[in-house]
């Protein structure tokens, strides 16, 4: 099935930037779409932002002007770019890939570590 690997989180002042990568390798999937979520202990998991493999993008509303999601197809990898940030993005960042209409490819892994300190 392949595994994803993510880089890119640590600790930054409010107002930082940060930029996240993964990497999804061992699978010939051509995934719909790809996809950064946030966790903090003892919540859910929320979505952060979704590219689609034409491009198109959904954020949250809370990190729209802020984040921006962006994706090589070719290496199946995305991104977010990740400025203005605020203590309240402090949370771990999970990506994933989907097939169909957003399942999951592979398990939720432990995502990076974001944290933004005030």
């Known amino acids: 099935q392949g595994q994803l690997m993510e880089s890119g989180g640590g600790l930054v002042q409010a107002g930082g930037s940060l930029r996240l990568s993964c990497a999804a390798s061992?699978?010939?999937?051509?995934?719909?779409?790809m996809g950064w979520y946030r966790q903090v202990l003892g919540q859910q998991r929320e979505m952060v932002a979704v590219?689609?493999?034409?491009?198109?993008?959904i954020y949250q509303d809370s990190v729209k002007g802020r984040f921006t999601i962006s994706r090589d197809n070719a290496k199946n990898t995305v991104y977010l770019e990740m400025n203005s940030l605020k203590p309240e993005d402090t949370a771990v960042y999970i990506c994933?890939?989907?097939?169909?209409?957003?399942?999951?490819?592979?398990?939720w892994g432990q995502g990076t570590q974001v944290t933004v300190s005030s």
């Open positions: 994933n890939a989907f097939i169909g209409e957003y399942v999951p490819f592979y398990p």
């Open positions: 061992g699978s010939t999937v051509s995934f719909t779409s």
């Open positions: 590219i689609r493999r034409d491009g198109s993008t």
